[in-house]
C-alpha cells in the first residue's frame, strides 16, 4: 500500500475506486464500507484507495470539545493495508479544506487529485465548507464528473447504530468486550515503555509501564485482563491502568505483568490489548494488601487465558 500524507504529494495515473470518511476508528461499519470499496475495484480493475484525514476534523473548530482518538496512525494504516486497499491519502485537515466549497471539492481533490471513478461512504458522510457537502451533493456531482456513488446505510449491532462516538463510550465505561464486538477486534494502547516505581518487582510482579497519551481514548483506572504484543508475539498478561492510589499520586499509567516472560523491556515499544476488565483500582491499606490482591488478579487472569488455551 502507498501511503500520501499531503496533498502536494499525490501523483497517480491509475483510476480509483475511493473509501470516503473520518475511519477513526476502523469498526466494523467502517471496515463494511472498505471491503465494499475492495471488492469493487478488483471487479472493476482499478486501484482501492482510502480518503482520510490524519487529524479530527474538530480541531480546526472553536469552542468544541476535541476527540480523543481510538486508534494511533500507524494503527490505522496498518489495518487499511490489511484489508487490501492500494492506495491511503491521509491528508491533514486545513483552514483550506475547512472553507472548501464542496463542489471544489470534489473537482479539485477527488476527481483531478485521486482519479475517482467510484466512492463510497456512509449515510453521515459530510464534507466542504460547513459540512454542507452530503452523500446527495456527491451523488448530484457525480453524474456531472463521470463517477458513481455508494451510500452505506447504518450499520447495526443490537439494534445500536455503530459509531465511533459510542465506540468511545464504550471505552470510558470499561467496557472492553462491548468495545471488541463494535470494533471487531480488541482496544489497543501501544508505547514505549518507560522506568517505573519498580514495587512490582519487589513483590514478585515486575511490570512494563507505559505512560498514556492524552489525545487517546483511555479505559478508566482498574485491573483488566489484557494480551501484550512484543517483537511480533502475543503474551498473555494482567494489566492495572490507574494512577497507584496505595504508593502515592502518578500520572495514570498502563502497567502490565506478562506471565512466563522475563526479558527487559525498558526503552521498547509493546502494545496492551484490553479484553476484560476485572475490578476497578483503589486504595489498600498496606503494601501486603496490595501484593494479596496482585495474586488474586493474576490467579483470575491466568485461569482465563488458560481458557483459551494461550497460557
Known amino acids: 500500500m502507498k501511503i500520501f500524507n499531503s496533498l502536494e504529494e499525490i501523483f497517480i495515473n491509475e483510476n480509483t475506486v475511493v473509501a470516503l470518511g473520518n475511519f477513526d476508528g476502523i469498526h466494523r461499519g467502517h471496515q ?7 471488492s469493487s475495484a478488483k471487479d472493476a480493475g482499478l486501484k482501492s484507495a482510502v480518503f482520510t484525514f490524519s487529524n479530527h476534523t474538530r480541531t480546526l473548530l472553536k469552542d468544541t470539545p476535541q476527540v480523543k482518538n481510538i486508534l494511533y496512525p500507524e494503527e490505522k494504516a496498518e489495518i487499511i493495508e490489511s484489508m487490501g ?16 466549497e464542496p463542489e471544489r471539492f ?34 448530484r456531482e457525480g453524474l456531472k464528473h463521470g463517477f ?35 470494533m471487531g477486534r480488541s482496544y489497543e494502547i501501544g508505547g514505549e515503555v518507560v522506568v517505573g516505581n519498580k514495587l512490582g518487582r519487589t513483590i514478585g510482579f515486575p511490570t512494563s509501564n ?9 479505559p478508566p483506572n482498574g485491573v483488566y485482563i489484557t494480551y501484550c ?40 515499544n509493546i502494545r496492551v490489548e484490553f479484553i ?6 483503589k486504595k ?27 497460557l
Not at 455508494?150 to 467496557?175: C, N, W, Y
Not at 489498600?284 to 483470575?300: G, N, P, R, T, Y
Request: proline residues 3%; positive net charge.
Open 276 to 281: 476484560k476488565r476485572t475490578r476497578l483500582e
Open 229 to 268: 504484543t512484543y517483537n511480533g508475539v502475543k503474551y498473555p498478561s494482567v494489566t492495572n491502568v490507574g494512577v497507584k492510589p496505595t504508593i502515592g499520586r502518578y500520572k495514570k499509567n498502563v502497567e502490565t505483568h506478562i506471565f512466563n516472560f522475563d526479558k527487559e523491556l525498558y526503552g521498547k
Open 210 to 218: 507505559v505512560m498514556i497519551d492524552d489525545t487517546m481514548a483511555s
Open 284 to 310: 489498600f491499606d498496606s503494601i501486603q494488601a496490595l501484593s494479596d490482591q496482585i495474586k488474586s488478579d493474576c490467579i483470575m487472569a491466568k485461569a482465563y487465558h488458560r481458557e483459551k488455551g494461550i
Open 106 to 139: 470534489v473537482k479539485e481533490i477527488l476527481v483531478d487529485k485521486l482519479k475517482l471513478r467510484e466512492a463510497y461512504c456512509g449515510f453521515n458522510y459530510r464534507f466542504g465548507h460547513k459540512a454542507s457537502g452530503t452523500p446527495e451533493v456527491l451523488m
Open 85 to 100: 486497499i492500494d492506495y491511503l491519502f491521509t491528508i491533514p485537515f486545513t483552514r483550506d479544506i475547512l472553507i472548501m
Open 148 to 182: 458513481g456513488i455508494h451510500v452505506q446505510e447504518p450499520f447495526m449491532i443490537d439494534s445500536i447504530v455503530v459509531s465511533s462516538t459510542h465506540i468511545r463510550k464504550l471505552i470510558e465505561a470499561g467496557d472492553m468486550e462491548g468495545c471488541c464486538k463494535f
Open 32 to 38: 463494511e464500507i472498505i471491503g465494499r470499496t475492495v
